[in-house]
């Protein structure tokens, strides 16, 4: 396994080596690849702000790499914390009618 970019954090960056798939995206850095978020936790929202496409009815995240670059760990930290407060907010609305 290699060391994380002097610009990362070591909490958000993880770079798998030696993984069989190691970097799993075509073109991607693999100086520079962030295996942290191998399995995306955004995959399950339709506005998850990636390049994704739809294929055989499977939302096919393969063309993507933006949890994968340099500041992807901020960017999908965001986006979940903006999708927890909207759900938030969504169940207080409908706790209230």
Not at 2 to 23: D, G, I, L, V
Not at 34 to 53: A, I, K, V
Request: charged share 25%.
């Amino acid at each position: 396994m290699s060391k994380q970019p002097a610009c990362q954090a070591s909490h958000a960056f993880f770079s798998n080596t030696e993984c069989a798939y190691f970097p799993c995206h075509k073109g991607a850095d693999p100086a520079c690849f962030n295996c942290l978020f191998c399995f995306c936790p955004l995959y399950f929202l339709e506005d998850c702000g990636g390049d994704w496409r739809m294929a055989k009815g499977v939302k096919d995240c393969s063309g993507c790499t933006k949890p994968h670059e340099l500041g992807g760990y901020e960017r999908t930290i965001a986006r979940l914390k903006d999708e927890f407060a909207r759900r938030r907010a969504q169940a207080q609305e409908e706790g209230e009618s």
